[in-house]
């Protein structure tokens, strides 16, 4: 594998799966003395927005008067 003029390498399509490495992830390098370590960067603000969707979209579900049960089956999609 070589390194391209603008610095750009390929990553086997192996490694990308393995690693959940999708088009837009962000990655880090961490160099050693002798090696390049890169590994997918933990976002917390991907993590933030994933949660506030969820809460959004859960806002109003649990209604006066629901059950438990009829509130896991609205939690699970099954209404």
Do not use: Y
């Amino acid at each position: 594998m070589k390194v391209t003029v603008k610095g750009q390498i390929t990553i086997p399509l192996a490694l990308r799966e393995r690693f959940d490495l999708r088009p837009g992830t962000e990655v880090e390098f961490i160099a050693g003395k002798q090696s390049l370590e890169i590994k997918p960067r933990k976002s917390t603000e991907s993590s933030h927005k994933a949660f506030d969707l969820w809460l959004s979209k859960a806002a109003g579900s649990a209604k006066p008067g629901t059950s438990t049960d009829e509130m896991m089956a609205i939690t699970r999609g099954e209404n």
